[in-house]
């Protein structure tokens, strides 16, 4: 089938005239027809001229973009969205670009000062017995002295330090874990999903060619994140069992018992985090793109609003270089 590329004709002396009379302020100037939908008007749609979109903004299509573009049939490119947020996996990376951020920005740095609030014992000497120091003790009594207590004071201050690590990165993993489910179960709600009572046997039951969600390369690290939440939120021996059966590096040599503080039994390091955020973001790309048939990599272009706004900002450079409009 051949492409209907009639309208560039059209456009021709429209585009002669708008240069002519150098109007701006008429979007298709940029190469942008129709208008953007509002809340008013949702049925609202634009359509591109790709060849008059880059040469009046400056912007260059890449290759990828290019591809997509080309396999138009008419003169206009129309976006597959109209909003960055009508895509499902905008929603769901966002959230989790989120709270990486927030590790970075906040907690991480919270964690460490927290760390460092505990002070390191000082390291005892026999001149710091006071019975040496009054003729009690010999020299070599007092130096084992000193000695004991070094080592009953550095295992306080480790005690003391890693209790205060385990229960902040503890805190901040039961967040960070309830956020992901939280921004999940708004998707899934959005797109139907009876999610009234969830479970995330309603995430991993989709069935399509691939199989299951659990067939997914990045399904583990979604798996790995719930079973360490589960087992830091119940402290039960059934979910310590499932964790270390299937994710035993992440837990501590020794045996867990019933009444001690699951999150001490766990590796917690900004490593574990980061690969968790990580291995869920590239989940989610598998999900959606198997569910919703989203590419993430377009979803980062290939809507109306894009466009729109790129030659928004083009036009207000010119109209409105100082910004003075927005001046109170």
Same mark, same amino acid.
């Given at each position: 089938?051949?492409?209907?590329?009639?309208?560039?004709?059209v456009?021709?002396k429209?585009y002669?005239?708008?240069?002519? !009379?150098f109007n701006? /302020?008429?979007m298709?100037?940029w190469?942008?027809?129709?208008e953007?939908?509002?809340? &008013?008007?949702?049925e &609202?749609h634009i359509?591109i001229?790709?060849k008059r979109?880059q040469?009046m903004?400056?912007t260059?299509?890449?290759e990828?973009?290019l591809k997509?573009?080309?396999r138009r &049939? /008419?003169?206009?490119?129309h976006?597959?969205?109209i $909003?960055r947020?009508d895509? =499902?996996c =905008?929603?769901?990376i966002?959230?989790i670009?989120q709270?990486k /951020?927030?590790?970075?920005n906040?907690f991480?740095g919270?964690i460490?000062?927290e760390?460092?609030?505990?002070k390191?014992?000082?390291?005892?000497?026999a001149? $710091?017995? $006071?019975? *040496?120091?009054?003729?009690?003790?010999d020299? $070599?009594? !007092?130096? /084992?002295?000193?000695l004991?207590?070094?080592i +009953?004071n550095q295992?306080?201050y480790?005690?003391?330090?890693n209790?205060?690590?385990?229960?902040?990165y503890a805190?901040? *993993?039961?967040q960070?874990?309830?956020?992901?489910?939280?921004?999940t179960v708004y998707?899934?709600? &959005?797109?139907g999903k @009876?999610?009234?009572h969830?479970?995330?046997n309603a995430?991993?039951?989709?069935s399509?060619?691939?199989?299951t969600a659990?067939?997914?390369?990045?399904?583990k690290?979604?798996?790995?994140?719930y079973l360490?939440w589960h087992?830091?939120?119940h @402290?039960s021996? !059934?979910?310590y069992? +499932?964790?270390k059966d299937r994710y035993?590096?992440?837990?501590?040599n020794? +045996?867990?018992?019933?009444?001690?503080?699951a999150?001490?039994?766990?590796k917690?390091s900004?490593?574990l985090?980061i690969e968790?955020?990580?291995?869920?973001a590239?989940?989610? +790309?598998?999900?959606?793109?198997c569910?919703?048939h989203?590419?993430y990599?377009?979803a980062?272009w290939?809507?109306e609003?894009?466009?729109?706004?790129?030659?928004?900002?083009?036009?207000? @450079?010119?109209?409105?270089?100082?910004?003075l409009?927005?001046y109170?």
């Open positions: 089938m051949k492409k209907d590329r009639k309208g560039r004709f456009n021709q429209l002669e005239e708008l240069d002519e !009379s701006i /302020s008429d298709r100037y190469g942008i027809f129709g953007i939908a509002n809340e &008013r008007h949702p &609202r359509r001229d790709p979109f040469k903004t400056y260059t299509l890449d990828e973009q997509v573009v080309n &049939r /008419s003169h206009y490119f976006p597959a969205k $909003d947020y895509y =499902n =905008n929603w769901l966002q959230e670009n709270i /951020s927030d590790w970075y906040i991480k919270l460490q000062r760390a460092d609030r505990i390191k014992p000082k390291e005892l000497i001149a $710091d017995d $006071d019975n *040496f120091m009054c003729g009690i003790t020299y $070599d009594e !007092s130096q /084992s002295w000193a004991m207590q070094n +009953k295992a306080k480790e005690e003391e330090v209790t205060i690590l385990f229960s902040l805190q901040f *993993f039961h960070m874990a309830s956020r992901i489910e939280a921004i998707v899934l709600a &959005r797109n @009876n999610v009234e969830f479970d995330r995430l991993y039951d989709y399509g060619e691939k199989g659990r067939d997914f390369e990045h399904y690290f979604h798996d790995k994140l360490i087992f830091i939120k @402290n021996l !059934s979910t069992k +499932k964790l035993p590096e992440v837990l501590y020794g +045996k867990f018992q019933q009444g001690y503080i999150a001490s039994y766990v917690f900004e490593k985090i968790l955020l990580d291995g869920c590239e989940f989610f +790309k598998e999900y959606c793109k569910v919703y989203e590419d990599e377009q980062q290939n809507y609003r894009y466009f729109y706004d790129i030659a928004y900002a083009e036009r207000e @450079n010119l109209e409105d270089p100082m910004g409009r927005y109170p």
